[in-house]
């Protein structure tokens, strides 16, 4: 009996200061554990890649494993039939895709030269000026020329000789499916653990917070990967038909971009117009259903695409997420640029509670006497108003008197 009340006593002792944390020390608490968190993933960027790419892909199939699941099918069977499936996928974009892009890739860096002074002579026919040796726009040319000329050398030399770059890569191409594997299959009772630890004083708030993160991720990401899918394919399949060259690159690149809304179809069609003036210089026709092509997918994607798969899940500006794009990238290179929108996402999520919980506050309600005199004021201002509001009635009222 003895045990048994000091027991119930020591843990009647331990919720009482559970009670006692004051808001300062729990602001303490999550601020240390939000730097601790930062500086890890600084120092382990250059390491985190596989790993970040596992736990995404984890997350964005765990949907489908759970409807796997509904219809009868084990976790371990579900997460298997998904490998089977994105490695049969993963190796047929290989054997079809991909040497068509490699190609491509190395017949622009070949032809860039050659484009650039394909460039050079067109502006020379167009501005005479130009051809003044000591001109600045054809000096300016020239050293372009150089430049790009120079570049695209160094770029296949470090293709070639870049023996740690491509061990990196297949590290990451054998380590990103094994990590997903595991993630995928023990991601509920993941999120369970991390369910029993939050804080119990805390875990609705907690358990909200996940729920409005996940619904942005989820929709948004989601939702933006397969409308880029859906754009990368339609831009590369038509400008291929077209005979644009470097098009199935191009097309590529636009939908891969077009995760940040509006970019990619700009920057893609600027890039392919310009190919098209280059190659198709004279028929105008091709030029203009090259313009055509950007401007049906910027109307698909915005009228169609955007509205049915993403719908009103998108709650991270364009320029936020460039910003994010842009910071995380500089700060923790390709690493960082993968956790750039779940990052984004949930800076959002914590900034709209924030500001829920400041215009719930003190500061932005002010105290309560001061909300008193101000109800008081806004009371006498109404009945001021009403008062006001009556005379011309009374006037109105005894102007015909006054006229008889």
């Known amino acids: 009996m003895a045990k048994a009340r000091l027991h119930t006593m020591r843990a009647q002792a331990g919720r009482s200061r559970a009670r006692a944390m004051t808001m300062g020390e729990q602001l303490r608490w999550w601020g240390a554990g939000f730097v601790v968190l930062c500086l890890v993933l600084w120092l382990l960027a250059e390491s985190l890649t596989p790993f970040v790419l596992g736990a995404a892909i984890a997350y964005l ?4 494993a759970d409807r796997l699941e509904r219809l009868g099918l084990s976790r371990l069977l579900a997460t298997v039939a998904i490998t089977l499936g994105a490695m049969g996928a993963a190796v047929v974009a290989v054997l079809l895709v991909v040497p068509a892009l490699v190609e491509q890739v190395r017949a622009v860096i070949e032809n860039a030269p050659a484009y650039v002074e394909r460039l050079r002579l067109f502006l020379e026919t167009t501005l005479p000026q130009l051809s003044d040796a000591s001109g600045v726009l054809r ?8 430049r790009v000329e120079g570049w695209s050398v160094s770029v296949i030399q470090k293709i070639l000789s ?8 297949v590290l990451v191409l054998f380590i990103t499916p094994v990590v997903a594997f595991y993630l995928l299959h023990d991601w509920d009772r ?19 917070l996940a729920s409005e993160l996940d619904d942005v991720l989820a929709g948004f990401v989601r939702g933006q990967l397969t409308v880029c899918a859906i754009l990368g394919i339609f831009y590369a399949v038509a400008l291929s038909l077209v005979g644009l060259q470097f098009g199935l690159l191009v097309g590529a690149f636009a939908g891969l971009i077009s995760f940040i809304p509006f970019v990619g179809s700009i920057l893609g069609g600027t890039i392919s117009i310009g190919i098209a003036l280059a190659q198709f ?3 105008w026709h091709l030029v203009a259903a090259v313009a055509a092509i950007f401007a049906a997918g910027q109307a698909a994607e915005g009228n169609f695409l955007t509205p049915k798969l993403v719908g009103g899940h998108v709650k991270l500006h364009p320029v936020w997420l460039m910003f994010a794009l842009s910071a995380f990238g500089s700060l923790m290179g390709f690493s960082g640029m993968l956790i750039a929108v779940p990052a984004a996402a949930a800076i959002g999520v914590l900034v709209r509670f924030l500001l829920e919980q400041y215009k719930t506050g003190r500061l932005y309600q002010g105290s309560a006497e001061w909300q008193q005199a101000e ?9 001021g108003e009403g008062t006001a509001g009556a005379l011309p009635a009374a006037d109105e009222g005894t102007a015909p008197e006054s006229a008889r």
């Open 281 to 283: 210089w004279g028929e």
């Open 190 to 208: 993941i999120v369970t653990h991390l369910d029993d630890a939050a804080p119990r004083q805390h875990r609705a708030v907690i358990r909200r």
């Open 61 to 64: 199939t765990d949907p489908l």
């Open 375 to 383: 109800a008081r004021a806004r009371a006498l201002a109404s009945a």
């Open 162 to 169: 870049g023996g740690i770059a491509v061990i990196d890569f």
């Open 139 to 146: 000096r300016g040319l020239d050293t372009f020329s150089g």
